[in-house]
């Protein structure tokens, strides 16, 4: 059968490769597209990365087709050359980077690509070379007592994120942004590596971000809405592969009460195959009578492959391939121990786009921890929540547009932890890897415990950004309770101010993104002289620059 024939049994719409979600130019430009009402689109932006062709008009030629037949059923695209940068002088400040990693010094990405379509089937195929000085730097304070550093391993035992990645420079080539789909009208079916985003925050996604490299999935999700007479849908639906990085906390050697704190993961005991099993979902509705508002859920579960395929006899029940469809409660758990083997979170979100006043509104809101059933969800709402809000709105002012952003994201345990503690996010009990792929959460960036408050302003004019932010962290505030609240020191926080200056331009053949953040951290790791006089004195204050430079060359090919 010819080709020609064969692709008659296939309905297809004009199918684009995906927008890379490290590519900060194109995701900020279409984003402010659609504020502005430059672009009108039915896509909610809870379900990344973007396919291209549904923004054509804002991107312009920079993935240019160099080989078609007449009827365009086979395409050969480029998807021009990435070189992404970054610096930091002290310590890692490290934000959603994909595969690059926390690391003090130079580090950069190269990533060219193609983009291959032949009726339903499209190949994308973008691997990083990712190189790292990975210099070392100051990590938790040498000085605390003993008994401080036994805390700090609650968390790092439970967690797979060391400080360090190794001792020596990172050069490696991963299949980076690469996918292989079959394509349907508005649905796609395929595996990739991508990184993927959930949810509608900016800065913080909760839930799924692109802070860690990408991990090997399958994914089942839609190209663009699917219309029906109550509104619009939306979803991805993956179960995929999460590895671990392979590095250890600092000091594994230190000791506390007679014993070493420093406890090997599943996989540094032997059990090489234990990798992690995830599988999660994000749906989103658009409904038909509100202009604007997309409403929707996500969840995941991960487990270690043991339990899923039955393997040791400390893993009891018996295998499921498909945990984030059941058990939501844990009064639906049909044997012992359950809960306990596996790592779950779930929550909501919602956007809300008002396109006369040029501006929008979301916020998510998730838990880490299944509820025992409804009434124990309504009882103890704020038990093991986090929660990002955020608003984006332009103002035109002397015939230029200034893009104003604030958002406020809460990962560190409310007071409820008291009576009921859940640990901090990403970290788990039996899953000792936590929520984590390579060392880095696939969540928000600022991690377990942590705070964020951001707010930005932004000159537009044409393909021209020029803006200044300031971001205020509170560095994992849930290990500051637990460490320091039986000496009730309030001096003692580890707080971020940081102020970013940023810069975006499109030349002929270029796409730039740069920022340039000044960062003074105050009590640096919590490192405190309990001594010193007068009694409200300054920690370990230190200054650090963190330099991103995102170019993308998409050239006249």
Do not use: C
Request: charged share 20%.
């Amino acid at each position: 059968m010819k080709l020609k024939n064969l692709l008659l049994f296939f309905p297809i719409y004009i199918i684009g490769q995906n927008i890379n979600l490290n590519n900060d130019f194109n995701n900020q430009l279409i984003r402010y597209s659609v504020l502005s009402n430059e672009i009108n689109t039915d896509l909610s932006f809870n379900v990344r990365p973007l396919n291209v062709h549904s923004f054509s008009e804002v991107l312009g030629n920079q993935y240019k087709t160099i080989l078609s037949n007449s009827s365009n059923t086979i395409q050969l695209k480029t998807l021009g050359i990435d070189y992404f940068i970054e610096y930091n002088s002290h310590h890692p400040y490290n934000r959603n980077n994909g595969t690059m990693i926390p690391n003090k010094g130079y580090q950069h990405i190269i990533s060219p690509g193609i983009f291959i379509k032949t009726g339903p089937l499209t190949i994308q195929f973008k691997p990083e070379h990712h190189f790292s000085e990975n210099k070392e730097f100051d990590g938790f304070w040498e000085g605390h007592y003993s008994v401080i550093w036994a805390k700090r391993y609650r968390l790092w035992n439970h967690i797979d994120m060391p400080e360090r990645f190794g001792n020596t420079n990172h050069n490696k080539t991963t299949f980076g942004q690469s996918s292989i789909r079959l394509n349907w009208k508005s649905l796609s079916l395929g595996v990739s590596n991508e990184n993927l985003w959930w949810g509608p925050s900016l800065r913080n996604s909760i839930m799924m971000s692109n802070h860690a490299e990408g991990f090997r999935h399958i994914t089942f999700n839609t190209l663009k809405p699917i219309k029906t007479f109550i509104g619009n849908f939306e979803w991805q639906v993956i179960t995929g592969r999460l590895e671990s990085s392979g590095f250890t906390p600092p000091r594994t050697d230190i000791e506390y009460a007679g014993r070493k704190l420093y406890i090997p993961k599943i996989n540094q005991q032997g059990r090489t195959d234990d990798w992690r099993y995830l599988q999660g979902y994000v749906f989103s509705y658009s409904p038909k009578w509100i202009d604007g508002l997309s409403l929707g859920i996500i969840r995941w579960v991960q487990m270690y492959s043991a339990l899923v395929e039955g393997k040791y006899w400390w893993m009891e029940g018996k295998p499921t391939y498909f945990p984030a469809f059941q058990n939501f409660f844990r009064s639906n758990d049909k044997y012992e121990n359950y809960e306990a083997q596996t790592n779950q979170a779930a929550g909501v979100f919602l956007r809300w786009l008002w396109k006369n006043s040029k501006a929008e509104i979301y916020a998510e809101f998730h838990h880490n921890d299944s509820k025992t059933n409804f009434r124990d969800l309504l009882l103890d709402s704020d038990h093991s929540r986090a929660a990002t809000i955020g608003l984006q709105k332009i103002f035109n002012i002397n015939n230029d547009d200034f893009l104003f952003n604030w958002e406020w994201t809460q990962m560190e345990q409310t007071g409820g932890r008291l009576i009921r503690n859940a640990g901090s996010w990403y970290e788990h009990g039996w899953v000792y890897d936590g929520y984590t792929n390579k060392g880095e959460v696939l969540g928000s960036a600022i991690g377990p415990g942590s705070n964020s408050h951001y707010f930005s302003l932004n000159r537009i004019s044409g393909k021209e950004l020029i803006g200044i932010g300031l971001e205020i962290i509170d560095n994992d505030n849930d290990f500051y309770h637990e460490a320091f609240v039986s000496e009730r020191d309030f001096k003692r926080n580890w707080k971020d101010i940081n102020i970013h200056l940023k810069y975006n331009k499109s030349f002929n053949y270029f796409n730039l993104s740069s920022n340039l953040v000044y960062i003074r951290s105050l009590n640096y790791q919590w490192e405190f002289d309990d001594y010193a006089t007068p009694y409200y004195h300054p920690g370990r204050d230190l200054d650090n620059f963190h330099l991103s430079l995102k170019l993308t060359y998409f050239g006249n090919w």
